[in-house]
C-alpha cells in the first residue's frame, strides 16, 4: 500500500492555538484524589499534595490548558465549600459520580497550583445549575481582583495576594441534561444574566463560555446563537465516540474485533461533520467569526473495566483509542481558524486518560504518547496538505496528517489507521531544501495496551534519522501507528 502526501511546505497558514490540545479533569472517580492529588501528608512523593510523577509525566505530555471541576460535578459544586483550611471544609455527596463523599481537599487553590506546577492555563467552569448569580460572580472577584474587597482580602487570608488571573469561565456545564435538564430558551435566558456579572478586573479580560449542544443538536446552537451571541467568546461542544453506538453497552475497551476497530474511528471521524454543522449555524448569527467553537469534552466512552466502581468511569486505553486520538487532533488542526479550546476526557483515570494510577505506581497511555508527539504542533503554523492513498473498509483514508511549521522546522505527524498494512509514503517537499531529518513512531497491534506489570508495553521509539533524496521524504508507516517527523529545511 502507498500513499502520497502533497505539501506546500514554503506557504505557512493559519497558527495552531495550544489550547486545542486541552484536557479536563473531574472530580470522578479517581481523576483527582489518587490520581493528581494525594496530599502533603502521603507517602507518595509530591509537591503541595500534587503526585511528583503525575505532573512529570503531564509536563512530558505537554498539557496546555485544564477544564475543572467538571463536567456535571461543576453545577453542583460551590467553590467555597473548598477554600480555607482543609480540616473546616464541607463534606458532601458527589451524587453524579459514585455517591462517594467528597471532602473539598481539592479545591480552587489547590487547582491553580496543579496549574502552576504543570505550566498550564486554567480553564473553570462555574456553577449555573444550582449556583447562584452571586457566587459566580464572586468567585471571579476571589479569583481576579486586585482590590481590598471582603471577597478579595478572603483570597489574602488563603495566602494568596496577587490575583490569579483566571480567563477562561465557563457557565455552566451540560444545561440541556445534568446540568439542569433546561431548555435552550431558558439556559439562554439565564447564560445573560449570570455572565452580565462575570466581570473584568485589571486588564484581565474574561473569555465566556456558554453551553453549547451535545453531538448534533443544532436547534440548541441555533437559539445559543440567536440570542447570545454578542455575549460569548466560545460555545461549548460535547461530543464521545461510543464504539458500539449503545450508550447502555458502549464496548469493552480492550476487547474488540477488527469490525468494531473500523466503527470507532468511523465514530471518531464524526467529529469533523459536526464542527463543520455548527460552525454553519454560528456562521449566520457571527460572520466575523469571533465566537470560538470548543470541544471541551471529546474522547471514547468505553464500559468501565470489570470489577470497577461504575461510577468511577475507569477504562483501559488501547492503540484503538491512540488513533482516535490522533485523528481528532488532525480534524482539530483542520478547523483551528474557528476553535477555542478543546479537552479531551478525561486526564488521569477516568475515560480516554492520558495517566493511569495505581497506588505509587503511573503509567502513561498510548493516549498520552500521542499527545506527547503532538505537542510540536502547538503554536506552529499549518501547512496545507493533500493526502493520495486507498480508502479501508470504513471509508476512511488510511493515512491521517498534520503538518505544521515553525520558523526553519517541518513536523509532520503521520498516522496509519490500517489496523494490519503498512504504507510506504512519500511526501514530496518541492523547492525546500532538507537539511536534515529524523523519525520516531508509536506503534503496536490494535489492543496493544499499558498495563502496571508491563507499562511500557507501548511506548514511542527513539529518534532516527528518516529518508530523504531530492526534496521527498520516504517512509514506511506501520500498521496501527503515529509517526513524527520533524524537518529542518
Not at 38 to 43: A, E, L
Not at 61 to 76: H, N, Y
Not at 451 to 477: C, G, H, K, N
Request: overall charge negative.
Amino acid at each position: 500500500m502507498k500513499a502520497i502526501i502533497a505539501l506546500d511546505a514554503a506557504r505557512p497558514g493559519v497558527r495552531i492555538p495550544r489550547e486545542l490540545h486541552g484536557h479536563f479533569s473531574e472530580h470522578l472517580g479517581r481523576c483527582i484524589y489518587d490520581g493528581i492529588f494525594v496530599g502533603k501528608d502521603s507517602p507518595i512523593p509530591n509537591e503541595n499534595g500534587m503526585r511528583r510523577d503525575v505532573v512529570s509525566a503531564l509536563r512530558e505530555i505537554g498539557v496546555p490548558l485544564l477544564r475543572w471541576p467538571g463536567g456535571c460535578f461543576a453545577d453542583e459544586y460551590h467553590w467555597r465549600d473548598g477554600i480555607g483550611p482543609q480540616f473546616a471544609r464541607k463534606r458532601m455527596v458527589n451524587t453524579h459520580w459514585g455517591g462517594v463523599v467528597e471532602d473539598n481537599s481539592f479545591g480552587t487553590h489547590e487547582f491553580l497550583e496543579l496549574c502552576r506546577q504543570v505550566g498550564c492555563t486554567p480553564y473553570i467552569n462555574a456553577n449555573l445549575g444550582s449556583g447562584t448569580i452571586q457566587e459566580m460572580s464572586e468567585w471571579v472577584e476571589y479569583l481576579n481582583s486586585s482590590g481590598d474587597s471582603t471577597v478579595a482580602m478572603e483570597r489574602w487570608a488563603n495566602g494568596q495576594k496577587e490575583p490569579f488571573g483566571v480567563r477562561y469561565w465557563g457557565v455552566g456545564n451540560e444545561n440541556w441534561g445534568c446540568g439542569g435538564n433546561m431548555t435552550p430558551e431558558a439556559y439562554a435566558d439565564l447564560y445573560r444574566r449570570y455572565q452580565t456579572y462575570c466581570r473584568n478586573y485589571g486588564e484581565n479580560r474574561l473569555f465566556r463560555i456558554a453551553c453549547g449542544p451535545s453531538e448534533n443538536d443544532w436547534h440548541w446552537t441555533e437559539v445559543l446563537m440567536q440570542k447570545a451571541a454578542s455575549m460569548m467568546d466560545g460555545l461549548t461542544l460535547h461530543s464521545y465516540t461510543v464504539p458500539s453506538g449503545d450508550w447502555k453497552d458502549k464496548g469493552s475497551a480492550t476487547e474488540f474485533n477488527v469490525e468494531r476497530y473500523y466503527e470507532t474511528l468511523r465514530r471518531a471521524a464524526h467529529m469533523d461533520d459536526l464542527i463543520r454543522g455548527h460552525l454553519a449555524i454560528m456562521d449566520r448569527y457571527d460572520p466575523q467569526h469571533r465566537v470560538k467553537l470548543m470541544v471541551d469534552e471529546w474522547g471514547c466512552w468505553h464500559n468501565v473495566e470489570p470489577g470497577t466502581n461504575p461510577g468511577f468511569l475507569y477504562q483501559q486505553n488501547t492503540m484503538r483509542d491512540a488513533m482516535v486520538a490522533a485523528l481528532t487532533l488532525d480534524i482539530f488542526h483542520t478547523h483551528a481558524e474557528r476553535l477555542g479550546p478543546c479537552c479531551i476526557a478525561q486526564m488521569v483515570n477516568v475515560l480516554q486518560s492520558v495517566i493511569l494510577t495505581e497506588g505509587d505506581r503511573m503509567l502513561i497511555t498510548p493516549t498520552g504518547w500521542v499527545f506527547s508527539m503532538y505537542k510540536a504542533h502547538q503554536e506552529a503554523e499549518r501547512l496545507d496538505y493533500a493526502v493520495f492513498c486507498d480508502r479501508m473498509e470504513n471509508g476512511l483514508k488510511q493515512v491521517s496528517v498534520s503538518a505544521t511549521r515553525k520558523k526553519d522546522v517541518i513536523t509532520l505527524t503521520l498516522t496509519n489507521l490500517h489496523p494490519t498494512d503498512t504504507v510506504s509514503c512519500e511526501i514530496p517537499l518541492g523547492d525546500v531544501r532538507i537539511v536534515s531529518a529524523r523519525s520516531r513512531t508509536l506503534s503496536g497491534d490494535m489492543h496493544a495496551m499499558n498495563t502496571f506489570d508491563v507499562p511500557e508495553q507501548v511506548q514511542i521509539s527513539p529518534w532516527r534519522d528518516a529518508a530523504f533524496a531530492d526534496a521527498a521524504l520516504t517512509m514506511a508507516l506501520p500498521a496501527c501507528s503515529v509517526t513524527q517527523v520533524e524537518v529542518h529545511v
